[in-house]
């Protein structure tokens, strides 16, 4: 089951649920019982990448090209 980020549109508090996505629209803000809720789009960033002078040639990256 999928992890969501929701953030209450009532009280502003933010929170996770692990629910199916058909079910996401009944979820209630665990801080004031309010049903109307918005998910919240995050970007995991893994990796950098390192450009210029600072990048050395022996460095092995999986991103090998893009500087």
Known sequence: MPLYDLRCQNCQKEYQVMI???KL???KCPSCGS?????????NVKDTIVSGASQSRSHTSPLRGFT
Request: no cysteine; net charge neutral; aromatic share 14%.
């Open 25 to 27: 629209a009944d979820v």
């Open 35 to 43: 049903e109307k809720n918005e998910r919240i789009y995050k970007v």
């Open 20 to 22: 199916s996505f058909s």
